[in-house]
Structures are given as C-alpha cells and as structure tokens.
C-alpha cells in the first residue's frame, strides 16, 4: 500500500499537465475531417488547420457553452492536474501509471478493433488479456470527473452517503484528504495483478478503501463481457465524457422536502457501457440476467434477480430496457457444450495463464443502439459536459428522439427552481436547431411538493386511493384494531405525522456516530409503539411504501398480527406488530441478517447474533404460549440441553435454553391456540413466529425473505 500523503513530503510545484480521462487511442476512433470556423481568411484557415493536424479534431456538443463545435483532440475529455499528487515526491506518478495500463489496454483494443475492421466474427483474448481489459474498464470508471469531484469537491467537505466510513478510514490510515484516499486506490486498482487463483481479491481488500474493494469485486464478479456492433452501417454510438461510468438499470429515488433534492434509495447496474469506435462498443452484462446457451445458475439468478427488484420503489417496473440485447458469454478454450451440459476439453489440465476466450462480435440492432444512446443522453449533463460524435446526422436524430420519445426510465423532470435536467433538455433543443432540426422536449414536467406538508398530503393521498372497500379486509382489520369508519381520515393524518418525524429524525442524525444513531432510532420506536395499535398498523403500511406513487403494496406481516390482535396483551401488541414488519423489511433487503445459515467466529458472526437474540419468547405478549415456553424453558434447564449444544462458548445459557424452548414451542403452538384463531389466520401466525420473529437459530427459511400476509 502506498505510504499516507502528508504535508511534510510535499515536493516543489510542477508545470501543470492536461490528463485526459478518456484516453487518445479511443477519441482518435471518433476523429472527423476538420473544418475550421467560418469567419477565418484563409491565412488563419491554414494556421488553425496545421494548429489542430497532429492529433486530429472531433465534432463536440459543447453543453457549457450550448454549441456544437469542433475541439481538438488533445484538449478534449480531460482536466488539468487531474491525477496530480502534490504531496507525492513524484507529482505525476498515478498519470504515468494510468499510461502504462493505457499501453496495455490500448494495444488489446486496438487488436479487437482490427479484427472487427477486418469483418472477422470473433477474437480470442488469452486469460491475461482479458484481465487487463475488465481492470481497465473499472478503472475507467473509477478514474471519472464524477468521481474526482466526488474525492475533491469544490466545498472541501466530503459529503457522500459513505461519508462517515470514509472519515474513518482516513483517521485509521493516515489520509489528510478525501483525494489522497482516491489516489492512493487508483495506484492499487492500476497495480493489481488479476492471477487465476484470485489472490487479488485478498490484495485488494488489504491495499483499498473498504467500500470501493467492494465494488472493483462486484464489478469484476458481477457482469460478463460482451462486444457490441451495429447491424446497420449508418448507426453510431455516441460518446459522452462520462459514457464509462453510466449504467443502465432501475434507480429509485424519494423527494426530500428538507434539501429539496432527489434521494436515491437504490440502484441496479445491469448493463455498463465502453464505446471504442462509433460501430463498436464493449457492454458488461449484469450476471442476474440471461447468459445466453449455457447459463448454469438460471433458478439463482432468477431468485437473486425478483430480490433485486424487491429493493426498488416499483419491482414490477424494475427490470432491464436492454432484457432482449443479443449477447452471451465468451466461449473458452478448456471447455465446451454438449446437449446443454459444458464438458471440460484437453485445454482443461493447462495452466490458467494459456486459458483463451473467444468474444464474437454481436450485431445489434438500431433499436439498441437507439437506447443505449438515449441512455448516455440521459446523463450526458453530469458531470462533464461535452459529447463527441462521428456524424451530425445520427447525432441530431439521436438527441430529437431523445426529447420526443417518452420512457419510463428516462428524463424526468421537476418543477423544482433550478432543476438540472429542465435546463439540460432546453440546451439539447437549441443544439438541436444547430444540427438542422426543429423538435421541442415533449417530456411532461412533473410537480414536486415544496414542502413536508406538501410531500405528506400527496403521498397520503396515493395511499388513501388504494385503500380497499368499507367491508374489505382492510377495513376490518382497522375497526379490529379499535379504529371506526369516520376515524380513519384521523388516524391516516397521524400516521403520516408519525413517518414526518421519521423522515426529520433521519435528516437530523446523518452526521452521528452508528452507535448514536442506533440509540436515537432506538428511543424513536419506543416512542412509536405506544401510540394506539391502529395508528402504528397503517405508520408500517406508510414506511413500506415510502417513495411510491402507485402500486402501493398494502398488505404485511402487521395484518397477521392484526388479525391475531385479541390473542396478544395490549402492553405489547404494538411492539409485536413493529417488530414483525420493519423485521421482514430487513430481510428482504439485507439476506444476510441474524443467524441465517451459518455462524462466523468473528465481529460479523457476533452482530448477527445478536440480530437474532433480541427479542424473548417471555416477551411475545400470548399469555397461552409465554406460560409453555416457561414450563419448557425449565423442563430444557434440568435436562442440561445447553450443555449439548454444538456451539459451546458462542450462546449464553440463557440464550441456548431459549432457542431449545423455540424448537418445542414450534411443535405445540398450533395445538395450544386451537380454538382461540381461525385454523388460517393460526396458520399464518406459526408462520410469521417461526419464520420471522423466532426462528431456530440457522433455520430461518428462504420462504422468509419474501412476504407474510393474511389469509
């Protein structure tokens, strides 16, 4: 890892240079014919002509400025000082090792542009190569102006979402600066050696900030290569300056009222885009989609695909616009398909390092090209600001369809003063006119309350339109839980109440310490839980639907305890209901939470174990089955069933003799309650218990990440 920066290895100042972030070998594919400015005598033609001739001259939409200009290649896409080290000993160390992966990289590309220049269907990239390439393409997005900015904004202060970890983990290694941090991890992703027995993986988790260890490994795991053509020669794709860095995928986001800003709640990357020439691009494909003729994990990768839906404000809209694109895995030398099966070949016992893989060149139609390029335009505002193209003809028709053609996914718009994206579609409008054409944004601009109040009173709005019937289940439940027709308005007003000092309490405590905001969320639910049972069973309905406008989901855990309400004590009733509903959030979201498969000897294990433990069987409120887990909480105590635990050291007696107590109680709960609920609504209970609440410990089912309703 490198040394810290400090201030008292600062060497002298050096003459600034131009770092582009993307490299000359793939702006050189976009060069076009020059064309000096109209205006100039000949004289000055010749002069700006020999002036840009060295490295040649792209066509550029130029946002700042709102023109459509010619820019010379090596002042394009780049920054002054970009990956300059003032505090180094050598300034300029991270560029000079950015050009010698650039070396690298440049060369495997150019070999596959030739081959595509050449008409082949396909190249083989040995193991090492192929290596090369995927660290390169992380480290493209990696080395961006959006994340320069994000390490070296403007304020100084570092206010990203992962804002405390990062000040954290600057105070533990010694880092003065935010950008210090993105340096030093730069110089790590760039020296990585990518072997066979994946031993970078240790490396990089030692050398690299935690969180973007993270994500060089997703990165890397996570997606496959694929190479991309258009099928028809007069298609072209665009290159955008942060054309490396966007994805295409859900991203979900809420209004905050109080910054008046979108929030992102989650995002999924299921296609990343490389262009290297207008005719050819590199596409890395999410592994939670199909993988063409020989996907071996179909059933995991649909299940960990619904989950991934599961995470966004509408799953049912979740999915991917770019689902039918035309890619596969690359094929391999060491093995190959027989009747759907891969079957190892003679190549198999080679050492990894002559593995080789064969990439086809997959021919795309204009209908993906169309996307993929609305997709760049769609973020082609933030951060940088310039787009480069091959021809004005694709470039107009690709921004008029851009504005016209209505998305789901794309372009929203806000009546938010100074809205970034509202400003964005006006200037495409008059490059538009530039490049011969006349269109006009026909996206709708949506109205955003512009306070909480507002915010609430929409939202709640949303909510009340999905309420069912006066004699549906809904209804029932509510009047079961003490609530009359005419009192609803009353209690709905109050829930939202309730989820306004959610939201505020949230805001306030961001810069917090975990373990303090722990503590608040902690004293904010004992709160909540003693307001009326009614008012808590639809605040849980308001919170899990957070951010949505439409296809509220309605139903939860807290029906099944609602339906059960008469069988549990009132001192504790809310508390169950709370418990049952954020609990299975969690579990949707986070699979990994308490005890679910198995139990690690270190501070991971320690946290889902507690997770776990949390709650008692003498605190579940049913007086019927508090008295059985006492009577067999005693009966396991003088049978020593904790002294035959497979897991010594790891549980507390108290602990061991609960979850013995759960295993019986799972056995008699049904037969102790006959009588007392509907065999249904009894049903559903044992399930929600044992499946969410109590489970024994490692037997949490996977049925218990997805939902618990009432019958």
């Known amino acids: 890892m490198a040394t810290p920066s400090t201030s008292a290895n600062r060497a ?31 004289k000055k033609q010749k002069r700006w002509v020999q002036t840009h001739s060295k490295d040649g001259v792209l066509n550029v939409i130029d946002l700042d400025n709102v ?39 440049g060369t495997i590309i150019s070999e596959i542009k030739k081959a595509f220049d050449s008409g082949l269907p396909d190249i083989w990239l040995i193991r090492s190569k192929r290596d090369i390439l995927r660290k390169f393409l992380f480290i493209m997005k990696y080395r961006s102006q959006g994340f320069h900015q994000r390490f070296n904004p403007e304020t100084g202060d570092y206010i990203a979402d992962d804002r405390e970890d990062m000040l954290t983990y600057m105070n533990v290694k010694g880092f003065a600066k935010p950008i210090d941090v993105w340096l030093n991890n730069l110089r790590n992703f760039i020296d990585i050696k990518m ?46 300056g942060n054309a490396y860095s966007i994805f295409e995928g859900p991203l979900s986001e809420v209004f905050d009222v109080t910054t008046q800003k979108m929030v992102t709640t989650a995002y999924t990357e299921y296609h990343c885009f490389a262009p290297i020439s207008p005719r050819l691009i590199i596409v890395l494909r999410s592994n939670l989609l199909p993988q063409g003729m020989h996907n071996d994990g179909e059933d995991a990768c649909k299940e960990a695909l619904q989950y991934t839906k599961s995470l966004h404000n509408d799953p049912a809209s979740a999915g991917s ?87 789901p996914r794309l372009t929203t718009v806000t009546d938010v003063p100074g809205d970034e994206r509202r400003k964005y579609l006006g200037n495409l409008e008059s490059i538009v006119h530039q490049l011969g054409g006349t269109v006009k944004s026909k996206h709708p601009v949506i109205s955003i309350p512009k ?45 939202k109440k309730m989820m306004n000092l959610v939201v505020k309490v949230d805001v306030c405590i961001q810069r917090l310490s975990t373990r303090a905001k722990d503590e608040v969320r902690l004293n904010r639910q004992e709160l909540l839980i003693t307001l009326p049972p009614r008012r808590v069973w639809l605040f849980l309905k308001l919170i899990r639907n957070m951010g949505r406008s439409h296809d509220l989901d309605m139903d939860g855990p807290e029906d099944v305890i609602a339906t059960a309400a008469q069988l549990f004590k ?36 320690h946290r889902r174990l507690s997770q776990e433990m949390h709650l008692v069987f003498q605190r579940i ?91």
């Open 195 to 240: 072997d066979a027995e994946q031993q970078w993986i240790q490396t990089i988790f030692e050398n690299v900030y935690p969180g973007d260890a993270k994500w060089f490994f997703a990165h890397i795991q996570g997606s496959y290569l694929a190479l991309c053509q258009t099928s028809n020669s007069n298609d072209e794709f665009l290159l955008t």
């Open 67 to 105: 023109k459509v200009v010619q820019s010379p290649l090596s002042g394009t896409l780049g920054l002054l000082d970009m990956y300059r080290d003032i505090n180094s000993s050598d300034q300029y160390d991270v560029e000079k090792r950015l050009s010698v992966l650039e070396g690298q990289a």
């Open 321 to 407: 616009t770019l689902l039918d694109l035309p890619v596969e895995k690359c094929r391999n030398s060491y093995s190959i398909v027989q009747n759907g099966t891969i079957v190892p070949t003679t190549d198999y016992s080679l050492p990894p390092s002559q593995h080789k893989f064969l990439f086809r060149f997959f021919p795309v139609q204009t209908k993906h090209v169309t996307m993929i390029n609305y997709i760049m335009l769609n973020e082609a505002f933030r951060p940088s600001t310039r787009i480069v193209f091959k021809s004005k003809d694709v470039a107009r028709l690709s921004i008029e369809g851009y504005l016209t053609e209505a998305h």
């Open 621 to 711: 409120g049913i007086e019927k089955i508090e008295e059985l887990s006492k009577v067999l909480y005693d009966q396991a105590k003088q049978m020593k069933v904790h002294k035959q635990s497979g897991y010594p050291g790891l549980f507390t007696e108290d602990q061991l003799l609960e979850l013995a107590a759960r295993n019986s109680v799972q056995d008699l709960f049904v037969n102790v309650l006959s009588g007392d609920l509907e065999d249904g609504a009894l049903l559903d209970l044992k399930k929600l218990m044992f499946e969410i609440l109590y489970p024994p410990a490692f037997a949490r089912s996977k049925q218990a990440r997805g939902k618990t309703r009432a019958r």
């Open 12 to 42: 002298e100042p050096q003459r600034p240079q131009y770092h582009h972030f993307i490299p000359r070998f793939i702006l050189r594919n976009y060069a076009g014919p020059m064309q000096p400015p109209s205006g100039l005598n000949k």
């Open 570 to 605: 009132p001192s504790v009733l809310t508390r169950i209901m709370y418990h049952a509903s954020r609990t299975q959030d969690i579990l949707i979201r986070n699979p990994d939470v308490g005890l679910v498969n198995e139990l690690t000897l270190d501070d991971e294990g």
């Open 451 to 495: 306070d909480e109040e507002g915010a609430f009173r929409a939202w709640g709005e949303s909510f009340r339109k999905a309420m069912p019937a006066v004699d549906a289940p809904f209804t029932i439940l509510h009047k079961g839980l003490g609530g009359l027709p005419e009192s609803l308005p009353k209690d709905m007003d109050q829930a």
